[in-house]
């Protein structure tokens, strides 16, 4: 499996990172390896500014290629909420010598993921709002009709240049209120006031 996950989607969080709003889906790739579904995260040697990025992810259940807008809806049926953990500062070397990101996106453990699973057909995923708290703290309060690009419209993006495939996940963006975790913090998310993760900084 393979997790895509899509940068900028969202005005708020484009604008703290001071970055420009995207014409057309930003994404890239974390490797398999990048999953996390522990309840501790050990905070990696090499980054001394490690950041939490909440999104909404969607689990991909059919294989498609070049997946048409008005079918998009038909090759999903579960999201839940992860975290593209982010090394900042890597990134932001990266980002001025215009190298790739993998360094600062796709280490090990960089993709936490809850085990809870909600069905779409439950809810309304343009609809959805969803909190991420640090140590009890809201840091980050989402609401998916601020996304620039709705679900349907990234996957049908993505598919033209991916063939997606049963299991791959889709992390759908972060909204404003990024920051750095430390050793000690509990970090948890909701959807909807339901609380589907919790992690352990150690
Ligand atoms: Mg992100």
Same mark, same amino acid.
């Given at each position: 499996m393979k997790i895509i996950c899509i940068g900028r989607n969202y005005a708020d969080h484009a604008k703290e990172m001071k970055s420009a709003l995207p014409t057309e889906p930003i994404y890239f790739l974390k490797p398999d390896t990048s999953l996390l579904k522990e309840k501790v995260f050990y905070l990696p040697k090499f980054t001394k500014d490690l950041h939490f990025e909440c999104e909404i992810v969607i689990k991909i259940d059919r294989v498609g290629k070049n997946i048409p807008l008005e079918y998009a809806h038909k090759y999903y049926s579960q999201f839940t909420l992860g975290i593209d953990f982010t090394a900042r500062d890597l990134q932001q070397e990266c980002k001025e010598k215009g190298l790739p990101w993998e360094i600062a996106? /796709?280490?090990?453990?960089a993709a936490p993921i809850s085990e809870s699973w909600l069905n779409k057909?439950?809810?309304d995923l343009n609809d959805l709002s969803f909190q991420f708290f640090q140590n009890e703290e809201l840091k980050q309060d989402g609401k998916t009709?601020?996304?620039?690009? /709705?679900v349907d419209t990234l996957i049908t993006y993505v598919s033209q240049f991916i063939t997606l495939k049963t299991g791959d996940l889709l992390y759908t963006g972060t909204p404003a209120g990024v920051g750095q975790v430390h050793i000690g913090d509990v970090l948890t998310g909701y959807i909807e006031g339901v609380k589907v993760l919790e992690l352990e900084v150690a």
């Open positions: 996106k /796709s280490f090990d453990n057909d439950e809810y009709r601020d996304m620039i690009f /709705s």
